[in-house]
């Protein structure tokens, strides 16, 4: 049974197109494919859809055109490569964009750019602009700066976190894969298809494999996460395969996709950006009372923490976790991570005494923390 989303409904899509649809090893830029994909965005443009491209495929793109074989790159040469490749693949999607009289504007992200909270809002303020100017934003990582252990990795996350940075309502993944199974297809028979996703549940995130990995970057694993930061915040995700010409018409036609619902309680505004955040610096864990609390809209007092384990600055991301190790909340720690081990299971009352001086009732602020899992019902009130 094929299931038709209209795009055109949308207000606002954010498209992610794998390096394999653009890049042939062989020929490079896979230019007819490209051009096609231009024609749909501008027939989502030319219906009121505002549309963003996160585009891979510099890295590919560079070792074409440098004529560098298969195997693994250095750190160096792979920035290299992308130095070389994303020139090419921005000057590519300007020509296929201006045949249809629409404008592109580059922009190259950092993990920095999205976790810190000032260049999130002045990357987000550009991007509004060029949108508000009529321009396709073309986003991709900025892989010629950034380090191995500083970086996305995967544009899958990127574009999630750019869709929720833009309040976009779809995310569309494309790539060599058409959607979610129940398991591998490829390994196993009975794996099922998933055309549609109400909730990312733990059964779900099974499905994609264990903890990312080098082997699944770009993956199954990675396309789950961004559908948990994407429909956290109210944006739809899609799963389509782009290996078709006019891959957006073909969904709207009726290909194969698995579609994510995004969540009916998304967090809004500050926390959008709390939930999104890729990297906690430290994690707090708590006693059954504290998850309680936090369950029910409240702080996180140093009273119901058990131990702290990072190192990590006032205002800092840190994961919340229960007694027995699972991921609950994000938030803002109100305290540097050397004072928070000192006020651990202390009442709030004491913190003076201990600290000589008044701190924060709470080492969470409900206002700076938001529900991982089970937890999202109680957010919306709180946003
Ligand atoms: N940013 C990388 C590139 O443009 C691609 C990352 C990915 O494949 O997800 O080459």
Redesign the pocket.
Known sequence: MTERTSLSACRRIVIKI??ALLVDRASGLRKAWLEAMCADIAGLAARGVEVLVV??????MGRAVLGIGAGALKLEESQAA?AV?QIALARAWSEGLSRHDIVAGQILLTLGDTEERRRYLNARATIGQLLKMKAVPVI??N?TVATTEIRY????RLAARVATMVGADMLVLLSDIDGLFTAPPHLDPKAEFLPFIPAITPEIEAMAGGAASELSR?GMRTKIDAGKIATAAGCAMIIASGKVDHPLRAIMDGARHSRFAPSPEPVKGWKTWIAGKLLPAGRLVIDEGAERALLTGKSLLPAGVQSIEGEFSRGDTVAVISHDGREIARGLSGYDAQEARLITGKKSADIEGILGYAGRAAMVHRDDMVMTAGGRSREKANA
């Not at 585009?55 to 590919?60: H, L, M, N, T, V």
């Not at 990795?153 to 899958?156: L, S, T």
């Open positions: 794998g390096s585009s891979s495929g510099a890295i590919a992308a490749g991709n990582e892989d990795g995967d544009n899958d770009g």
